[in-house]
């Protein structure tokens, strides 16, 4: 029979299975949800492109600008496609990874060679130019000026732009603005009893309250009057000629101050080049290449010390796994046993500090050690400082640590040691083993191969356990010749005191630590994993 024009197809009319109207949509169409978050994920693409690539190209950061475009460019060719499904899938872990791990780790390999810290965080051509604004000062035999501001605006406007009204000793009065020094008529000018100018035909003057609101533009405003010399305010009410003492040489590329040093960068800072004399205090970023890798080893002040913590450290995190394993596993084989009443309960009780947060378990142990109101001094009679010597310092923080890591390893070894068939141990027993060398030879191998890993992890853990040693001893106790590094400091808080904590910021060296200490866990965990395997392949 005839079909109808535009009538729907269906297996009656044709005697062919019939398909849905859906069918003949896009394959995006049929699921309106679903392409719903398509068309609002890339519109977050191209509204986050849209607002940080003008800014990237303004600032002329090119190579963040061409990560942006190209990151952009890619996620629209993948999404707006019909045939890359797995791209649609790799492409946002791929590009996460990029941010949150490979970016975060090359930038800190950046900042390690070079010298960025307190006095290095602007570049070279700043850095000229703050010395060259500290070094100003009051010219000689400088003359002072009677100071009034005034506007052609709104006076109560921060914003407005404003001028010097500058009465001299001998009555004077000039304009000052930012293009240089301009006698005024006295005809229409009304000045007070001190001198300051307070009526001038079409200028409207601030009071004090409206000068203070000026901030920064109001200390910062300057006249030049030639020679390197200009006018600057001292206060609200007066003015002093100043001039700068250093000078800059571009072409020899050389700050020369006032008396004749010459000041040249080296390494980011500059120095005198002839005699002795202190460099000058602001410096620039620059890079040092393998300098601060380097001073590990050849400075000695920083030799002893980092030696010192490293040896610690690795010490504390064998000593911590050690002892943790050692008395979760004992706990775990003593409850495992069929015959022992109330081993739910038991084993309720020992994951409790598993339960409370870590930093809280570290302070109330913290206050336990307390020297004076402490309950370890109380319990013992006793009035001893035990976060003030270096010893007992130390064994506070491996006490601290096996009460908070025991209940960890107690669960994974009750986990294995239950999931261990008995017949094994039972046919260990059959041949003439006792239970201690069934446990040796039977349960314990095959005990490690699961645990093994984990052990590497806890390790990796503890060579990096900032929080049990900053709240607990802040790295003490500090001898009187080294207040950066402390007796019980790991190479975790060592870097942070350096970076973030001490008198002066040193985030260059810093992040080197913090490269050394990557790659020391990376290659210890490694070589662990290698031997891991190692094992598994013998058993």
Request: glycine letters at 8%; a positive charge; aromatic letters at 12%.
């Amino acid at each position: 029979m005839a079909i109808r024009q535009g009538a729907p197809i269906n297996s009656a009319s044709t005697g062919r299975p019939g398909r849905s109207a859906s069918a003949f949509l896009p394959a995006d169409f049929r699921s309106l949800p679903a392409y719903l978050i398509k068309v609002a994920f890339l519109g977050v693409v191209v509204a986050l492109a849209t607002f940080s690539m003008p800014r990237l190209y303004s600032r002329q950061l090119w190579v963040p600008f061409a990560v942006v475009a190209l990151a952009t460019i890619l996620i629209l060719w993948i999404y707006l496609g019909k045939h890359r499904i797995h791209l649609k899938f790799l492409v946002p872990g791929t590009l996460l990874l990029i941010v949150f791990q490979l970016y975060p780790i090359i930038y800190l390999i950046g900042i390690s060679v070079t010298n960025y810290g307190d006095g290095h965080f602007i570049n070279k051509q700043n850095a000229i130019a703050a010395n060259i604004a500290d070094s100003v000062q009051a010219a000689p035999n400088a003359p002072a000026y009677s100071l009034a501001v005034a506007t052609r605006g709104n006076p109560a406007n921060p914003n407005a732009r404003f001028v010097f009204f500058l009465t001299g000793s001998n009555g004077k009065v000039f304009l000052g603005t930012t293009t240089g020094l301009k006698p005024v008529s006295p005809r229409g000018l009304t000045l007070a009893p001190t001198g300051q100018v307070t009526v001038a035909p079409g200028w409207s003057f601030l009071n004090p309250i409206e000068v203070n609101n000026l901030g920064p533009r109001f200390a910062q405003y300057s006249v030049p009057v030639g020679h390197g010399k200009f006018i600057r305010s001292v206060d609200i009410t007066t003015a002093q000629v100043e001039q700068a003492t250093l000078r800059y040489d571009q072409r020899a590329d050389e700050l020369i101050s006032a008396s004749g040093v010459i000041y040249k960068a080296v390494n980011g800072t500059f120095v005198p080049t002839k005699g002795s004399g202190q460099p000058l205090p602001t410096g620039f970023e620059a890079v040092l290449g393998a300098r601060n890798y380097t001073s590990i080893v050849t400075d000695p002040t920083i030799r002893g010390p980092f030696l010192k913590i490293l040896a610690w450290t690795f010490v504390f995190a064998l000593l911590s796994v050690g002892g943790t394993f050692a008395v979760g596993l004992f706990l775990a084989v003593v409850l495992n046993h069929h015959r022992l009443r109330g081993r739910n309960f038991y084993r309720s009780v020992y994951l409790l500090p598993y339960a409370v947060p870590g930093f809280v378990g570290i302070l109330v142990w913290a206050t336990m050690f307390n020297k004076q109101f402490g309950l370890i001094n109380n319990l013992l009679h006793v009035h001893v400082g035990w976060v003030e010597d270096p010893w007992t310092a130390k064994f506070v923080v491996l006490v601290t640590n096996l009460w908070l890591g025991f209940p960890y390893m107690f669960l994974v070894s009750m986990g294995v040691l239950q999931s261990i068939p008995s017949d094994l141990v039972e046919a260990a027993q059959v041949d003439g083993c006792n239970g201690a060398r069934a446990f040796r030879h039977v349960t314990f191998p095959l005990l490690l191969v699961t645990v093994e890993p984990l052990l590497i992890g806890s390790f990796a853990f503890n060579f990096n356990n900032f929080n049990l040693i900053q709240f607990l001893t802040g790295g003490g106790p500090f001898t009187y010749n080294s207040v950066t590094a402390g007796s019980t400091d790991l190479v975790i808080t060592y870097t942070y005191r350096l970076a973030f904590n001490a008198v002066s910021h040193e985030y260059g060296f810093g992040a080197a630590l913090s490269v050394l200490l990557f790659i020391l866990v990376a290659a210890i965990s490694v070589s662990g994993l290698r031997r891991t395997q190692a094992f598994r392949t013998m058993t």
